[in-house]
């Protein structure tokens, strides 16, 4: 668990500038996928209605969508902001934000560093991509 680390001050001066770069990511366990099946993840994506199915390299992940995104998305170009970014920063609760979020630390100089890095993202999302993959040819016929 990530504690509160928000810093509304710092991060209004900055204007948003990560989530603006494009959506942070989710871990495994924020979406509860220890207990979902395929259909528990499919009937979540649905209805959630946040949630895109993305691609580093191969490598599939999920995080919210981009603004106008669909659920498969793997784009990485960092030229389209997070959907959930409002005027007054993320809409989620600090509790309810992915964990690429969270583990941002806003730095009043701008330098922001993540306590979480990518090799143990790939870590944590290895043992999901036969079910991400079952799940992203569900949603083919979007492309
Ligand atoms: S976490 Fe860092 S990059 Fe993101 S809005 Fe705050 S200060 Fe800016
Ligand atoms: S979910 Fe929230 S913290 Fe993550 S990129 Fe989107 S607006 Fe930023």
Avoid: H
């Avoid at 500038?17 to 220890?34: A, H, I, Q, T």
């Avoid at 090799?119 to 492309?143: N, V």
């Amino acid at each position: 668990m990530i504690t509160n680390n928000e810093n509304r001050t710092v991060c209004s001066q900055c204007g948003g500038r990560c989530c603006k770069s494009g959506p942070c990511c989710y871990v495994p366990s924020d979406l509860n996928l220890e207990n979902l099946d395929l259909v528990g993840l499919i009937t979540k994506i649905e209805l959630t209605g946040y949630i895109s199915i993305a691609s580093s390299a191969g490598f599939l992940y999920l995080r919210p969508k981009r603004k106008g995104g669909k659920i498969l998305d793997f784009k990485m170009d960092g030229s389209t902001e997070c959907s959930l970014l409002g005027p007054n920063g993320c809409l989620l609760s600090f509790e309810e934000r992915p964990t690429g979020g969270k583990a941002l630390i806003p730095d009043k100089d701008f330098k922001c560093k993540s306590t979480i890095n990518e090799r143990q993202l790939y870590k944590l999302w290895l043992p999901y991509q036969r079910l991400l993959r079952y799940a992203a040819e569900s949603f083919i016929d979007e492309l």
